[in-house]
């Protein structure tokens, strides 16, 4: 049997139907998603507050899933409220069992795939999807890394043209996040013919001139949850927002380069292919954007805890 790799402490997961530590979850051979990377994804935040804590967003994480799971027609497992308890459940095994303290954030990870069946690639009939959920400590990035930025590399985009879905199907993705790390970077900013797409596990904001841009929500990008997050948060601001495609040219001129995800929040770049971004340091668009997001957080916990108090049935929070 192959060990199991370094998780210590050892989270307790859920897969389909049981509640068990990592190490006795096991997935048959056949599963579609170990096979053909026949399954979807998500990743959602849960932040650590005074009252317990936040699913932050997640409503749109759910919307995501339920939006990926659909275009490649595998059932949702769950409503939005199954889920909701699904987390509540495993946060609690995992605060009871596997040491998740009280104020730590925490991250859940979500995965359905289309299920276990004799080899061959379309979709079988009549089976059941396969639905794994981890919960795991969060630990984003400190205040050194936000106030030195971090350095990225660029490559051409090569991935599939369904890059909207969130599928487990990463291996562009992997081998972008290679290069980042055999060029000692934090992460490759990809063009597909020359132009700005994202990163191999973020989206990529640029600003110039006080205005911040974006690439359009298209199939050539995964749709953030940061995504319309740092669209409101830079109308809450006053920093002027566009949506529009960007070459090569101009994301190398930019004043500010972010990066933007679940587990980053939002990061400044300072440099690109070992050029300074701008001044080289984080700019005052991401400064603002980072405050932002923090308050933002600081909302939904408060709003999370006075629903839970309304309404004791209305488990808003985990
Ligand atoms: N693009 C890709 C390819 C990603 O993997 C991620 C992280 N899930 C993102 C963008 C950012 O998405 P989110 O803000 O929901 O974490």
């Known amino acids: 049997m192959t060990a199991l790799p370094d998780v210590s402490p050892e989270p307790i997961v859920y897969l389909n139907g049981e509640v068990v530590p990592l190490s006795e979850a096991r997935v048959p051979v056949l599963d579609r998603g170990f096979i053909f990377g026949d399954g979807i994804y998500e990743v959602a935040p849960l932040y650590a507050h005074a009252g317990g804590r936040t699913a932050f967003r997640f409503e749109q994480h759910l919307a995501r899933l339920a939006r990926s799971l659909a275009k490649v027609g595998i059932a949702n497992p769950f409503d939005n409220a199954g889920w909701r308890a699904l987390i509540e459940r495993v946060v609690a095994a995992n605060e009871a069992e596997a040491g998740l303290a009280a104020g730590q954030d925490a991250i859940a990870y979500i995965q359905v795939t289309r299920g276990v069946a ?9 089976i059941q999807p396969t639905v794994f959920l981890m919960v795991t400590p969060l630990n984003l990035p400190d205040a050194a890394l936000r106030a030195e930025g971090v350095r990225c590399v660029s490559a051409e985009d090569r991935r599939w043209l369904n890059c909207d879905i969130k599928s487990v199907s990463l291996l562009g ?6 290069y980042a790390a055999e060029n000692d970077a934090f992460e490759t ?10 990163g ?18 298209s199939q050539k990008i995964l749709e953030g949850i940061r995504y319309g997050l740092i669209e409101e948060l830079s109308a809450e601001c006053g ?11 101009e994301v190398r001129a930019a004043d500010e380069i972010i990066l933007s995800s679940a587990t980053k929040e ?8 070992s050029q300074p971004v701008g001044e080289g340091k984080p700019g005052a668009v991401f400064a603002a954007l980072y405050d932002a997001y923090q308050r933002a957080k600081a909302n939904e916990a408060q709003e999370a805890q006075q629903g839970a108090k309304n309404d004791p049935r209305e488990r808003i929070t985990v």
Do not use: C, Y
């Open 118 to 126: 004799k080899r061959g690639h379309a979709f079988p009939a009549g």
């Open 189 to 198: 900013i990809q063009f597909r013919d020359g132009m700005l797409t994202e």
């Open 239 to 249: 920093i002027r927002f566009e949506v529009r495609e960007m070459n090569e040219a």
């Open 173 to 178: 993705n992997v081998l972008m996040a290679q």
């Open 266 to 273: 939002v990061l400044p770049v300072t440099q690109l292919d």
């Open 200 to 217: 191999s596990s973020s989206n990529v904001w640029v600003v110039k001139d006080g205005v911040l841009s974006a690439p359009p929500r």
